[in-house]
């Protein structure tokens, strides 16, 4: 017994509790990310989660990864439930957190489409209850009666739930997915439209009915709606740098699994961009420039399935 009346029983299962946790971890950030588009709020969920998990009989638990996932779920509902009245009164259009991520996440297609952008806003759509089982379901492959553990819904219901939610993904979801190599070159053509200041080139690697949203969260300007065609968002931009008087440049990265762009304003970060690209052209465009949000743009997040 130590002096804090810890036994050496109590002490290794402390350590197990903490080996658990830690082998999972980037599971249950991303299982919290996809929920919450936030990783802010995703790391606050792993705390609650490592709080409620301290205190588990290991004895009783049967799938450690499955009962940590459950936990994780439960209190990413409580926190999204909450984060809807606060996006309620946010200024402007919100957009996820984009994160720098490691090369396998965009070399396993699922898991890339299912952080992107555009998935992400769709999820957005849902109830949370909906998101929960969906994300759950169609990501991560939890059956049914694991699921309805965690969001306390009987497995029937969570099946009819995974069904609606999935038809309501389904018909807003981008049309076609493209390769990771067809974005990147989708996005240097951008890149150089960008850089050059060139109108001509800006409309042809814009799709004409362009969907372009940014969220600036009050803090930078961006458009408090979206903006909906190339001519409309090539006179915008253009003439927004040049009245600014600044010189922008593009570096290329990956944000959520996909090809993107740090778009920097003489030589200081000014935002992010990420696309959605369909036949050749970008017919989605996600510029972040609330610099809250642009914390994990310099150093990887790990994600996993």
């Not at 969001?151 to 309501?168: C, E, F, L, N, S």
Request: with cysteine; charged share 30%; aromatic share 6%.
């Amino acid at each position: 017994m130590n002096d804090h009346g810890d036994t050496p029983a109590d002490l290794a299962e402390a350590d197990t509790a903490t080996d658990a946790f830690v082998a999972h971890r980037n599971l249950l950030f991303t299982v919290a990310y996809e929920m919450l588009g936030s990783a802010a709020d995703a790391e606050d969920v792993l705390q609650e989660t490592w709080l409620r998990w301290s205190k588990v009989d290991l004895d009783t638990v049967d799938d450690r990864r499955a009962y940590l996932v459950r936990i994780t779920t439960r209190q990413a509902l409580n926190r999204l439930r909450s984060l809807k009245r606060r996006r309620e009164a946010y200024v402007g259009q919100w957009l996820p957190e984009p994160l720098l991520t490691t090369p396998d996440v965009a070399e396993d297609v699922e898991l890339a489409e299912s952080v992107s952008m555009a998935l992400m806003l769709v999820l957005e759509t849902l109830s949370p209850t909906e998101r929960a089982v969906f994300v759950l379901r169609e990501v991560f492959e939890v059956d049914y009666e694991e699921i309805a553990a965690a969001v306390d819904k009987t497995p029937a219901a969570v099946r009819q739930i995974a069904h609606r939610a999935r038809k309501h993904v389904e018909a807003r979801r981008p049309r076609k997915t493209v390769s990771v190599r067809e974005a990147r070159t989708v996005l240097e053509s951008f890149q150089r439209a960008l850089e050059s200041r060139d109108p001509q080139q800006l409309l042809d690697v814009l799709a004409p009915d362009v969907v372009v949203l940014s969220d600036g969260g009050g803090i930078r300007r961006a458009a408090l709606r979206p903006i909906i065609g190339s001519d409309k968002f090539t006179r915008l931009f253009l003439g927004g740098s040049a009245k600014a008087g600044v010189t922008v440049t593009c570096q290329p990265t990956v944000l959520n699994g996909n090809p993107a762009l740090v778009i920097l304003a003489d030589g200081e970060i000014d935002g992010v961009m990420a696309i959605r690209a369909e036949e050749g052209r970008i017919s989605g465009l996600y510029y972040v420039r609330n610099p809250h949000k642009l914390t994990r743009v310099g150093e990887a997040t790990p994600l996993t399935r």
